[in-house]
């Protein structure tokens, strides 16, 4: 079964950190450009952030709110997918979805999503 | 940057009705190079991830019933909910992929 699971959301202060985690399953991994979207309490969907695979040069792209304060990686020994956040603020407020592309890909849509992550950042 | 704007904000719709759904891009999203339009579809359900329904404008994803279509190319697309079913009531999203993916502001489907 294709799965992914996150994890490492929680509460944490402005100006805090925190590292999510994102478990992949029952695809290639280390084949797949991997994916963060997040998304605010009663709000849409954003995207935050891609990774693409080694062959592809495993490089990074990230909207324009987290850039410079956020940055993905992965280990493709360990199937996983993370979300390095530094500096966050209380906006970053979201549930944080990992999600990727496996019987689409080359379409631009992402046909496998795990549950999701809470961050909440609060004094 | 690319604005995807959809409408209406959100509609109720009688069981067995028709729900249609529009999403605009501020450019078009119609590939040169293979004649596709990078347009998706998601519906999302109360405490669910979204789940991907329609891409590339028109192509139904795997196991989507057929009463859920999309139309549409360049700049203009329409997601359609045929024959409404109680398990349709959601909120539906577009999203475009121009070098970075974007989503709509949403839809949200109830019953009337």
């Known amino acids: 079964e294709v799965q992914l699971v996150e994890s490492g959301g929680g509460l944490v202060k402005p100006g805090g950190s925190l590292r999510l985690s994102c478990a992949a399953s029952?695809?290639?991994?280390?084949?797949?450009?991997m994916r963060w979207v997040r998304q605010a309490p009663g709000k849409g969907l954003e995207w935050v952030g891609r990774?693409?695979?080694?062959?592809?040069?495993?490089?990074?792209d990230f909207a324009a709110p987290v850039k410079g304060r956020f940055t993905i990686s992965r280990d493709d020994s360990k199937n996983t997918l993370y979300l390095q956040m530094n500096s966050l603020k209380i906006e970053d407020t979201a549930l944080y979805y990992c999600?990727?592309?496996?019987?689409?890909?080359?379409?631009?849509?992402?046909?496998?999503w795990g549950q999701g992550t809470m961050v909440t950042v609060s004094s | 940057d690319i604005v995807l704007t959809q409408s209406p904000d959100s509609l109720a719709v009688s069981l067995g009705e028709r729900a249609t759904i529009n999403c605009k891009s501020s450019?078009?999203?119609?590939?040169?190079?293979?004649?596709?339009?990078?347009l998706n579809w998601y519906q999302q359900k109360p405490g669910q991830p979204p789940k991907l329904l329609i891409y590339?404008?028109?192509t139904r994803e795997s196991g989507v019933p057929d009463r859920f279509s999309g139309s549409g190319s360049g700049t203009d697309f329409t997601l359609t909910i045929s024959n409404l079913q109680a398990e349709d009531v959601a909120v539906y999203y577009c999203?475009?992929?121009?070098?970075?993916?974007?989503f709509g502001p949403g839809t949200k489907v109830d019953i009337k």
């Open positions: 999600t990727t592309d496996v019987a689409v890909a080359g379409t631009g849509a992402f046909d496998v």
């Open positions: 029952g695809f290639t991994f280390s084949n797949a450009w």
């Open positions: 990774i693409k695979n080694k062959i592809d040069g495993a490089t990074t």
């Open positions: 450019q078009s999203l119609l590939h040169s190079s293979n004649n596709k339009n990078y």
């Open positions: 590339w404008a028109s």
């Open positions: 999203q475009l992929h121009y070098n970075t993916p974007h």
